[in-house]
């Protein structure tokens, strides 16, 4: 008779895949709340213990962990040692595992969750069987998800689990445990922060930290302030990534996931101030990212609006005395290094995207004139700059700069036209100097008419449309210069 063992955290569907196994002549063996579910249920199953011939100790700690379990799952079948030996030793062979583990992740989310409690919910039996059976795919079945339990009772009954079968289930085995692992690596790393709450109060939120070197957010040193709160980090991250893209001193404020002012200038001072004037609305509340250490005079500039978060390399003494007066602010210190091994990790419904950073740039020689004007001096360092910017602007993004900031910024529109009509309305000037950058390619000729109609005499934009020529004809109309990247920037 072929022998499965259950041993369930999740309880969903044990009982129904429990009595299909029974009809298909399997014996079974349990577990403490398992076996108790499907005793209840008028199952016929037994104890680990007859399998074993030996009690649960330990408060349950040591109740699979024995050769008459694991020698009945790992032993080799193809071999007649292991066979001649399990007989020898009155160990009977096991077909199936069906195991998941402790709800470890769902234990150590409660904000009041102790060390204790979290060590409690590590299991060990249920992994190691796990792993057993999983190396021995080639002839035992092993069952980590509810939702293969009718897949698995229909392949048993139509004779279709093969081995190539169950070697799927091995990955997912190992996908499990990996998870698992990895959880518990998180917590007592002591590298999960329980956040007051996520994007709004009605949501948890934590915050995991993957590494702690001085170049990430997650290795930031917090001098002052409150703790960072869920959009905070989001948002600060988003500040860092901009403004490490500039050598030069640069500042830049972020509001919602999105720059609303950059600027750039021989200082890191007239850099905040150039940053400022781009858009002193928006920046109130926001979270500034500058890349030289702030000093007292820029500290004194700091502190005279409302700041989320201020992020530098360094800030001096002085300057930290100046900005300590706000009891709030979070001063953050980062070590301004790009890691291009860096990745993006977004989590999606069933899985997650990764991704490299977005880190590439460009030098005016990689830049083609595609029209009968070409960009002054003055513009070409502006199409420099705004091109270091529209990447981290949502797309779709236009914004306008001129060689030292940003002037105008319109982000995340369903259509490229819209982007451009608030980048224009919001514009602190449109002059001879300020060009246009879209993160994307023109589709139509419209998003260049209405620049030209507001006095725009240069655009830059990754070209590759198959109507390219439509705008570059419209460009020439009115005298517009216009440069193609041949590389895109969106962000979504």
Known sequence: MKKAILSVSNKTGIVPFAQSLQQLGYELYSTGGTMRTLVDENIA???????THFDEIMDGRVKTLHPAVHGGILADRNKPEHLEQLKEQQIDLIDMVVVNLYPFKETVANPDVTENDAIENIDIGGPTMLRAAAKNFKHVTTIVHPSDYNEVIEKLKSNQLDESYRKSLMIKVFEHTNQYDNAIVDFFKENKESLRYGENPQQQASFVRTSDANHTLGGAKQLHGKQLSYNNIK???????LVKQFETPAAVAVKHMNPCGVGIGTNISEAYQRTFEADSQSIFGGIVALNRTVDATLAETLHSI???????????DEALAILNKKKNIRLLEIDMTIDNNEQEIVSV???YLIQDKDNVLIKRDDLKVVT????????????????????????????LCNDKQTVGIGAGQMNRVGSAQIAIERAI??????????????????TVELAAQHGIKAIIQPGGSIKDQDSIDMANK?????????IRHFKH
């Open 45 to 51: 199953v037994k104890s680990i213990s007859e399998l």
């Open 306 to 316: 409302f700041l989320e978060v201020i992020i530098a390399p360094k800030f001096s």
């Open 235 to 241: 948002d600060a991250d988003a500040a860092l990534s």
């Open 478 to 486: 009115y005298g517009i210069a216009m440069v193609t990247t041949g």
């Open 429 to 446: 000037e449109i002059n001879d100097n300020v060009v246009m950058v879209s993160d994307g390619f023109f589709p139509m000729d419209d």
């Open 349 to 351: 419904s069933g899985g």
């Open 372 to 399: 009968e004007n070409a960009p002054t001096e003055t513009q070409w360092d502006a199409m420099l700059l705004g091109w270091k910017v529209v990447a981290s602007v949502k797309s779709n993004a236009i914004i």
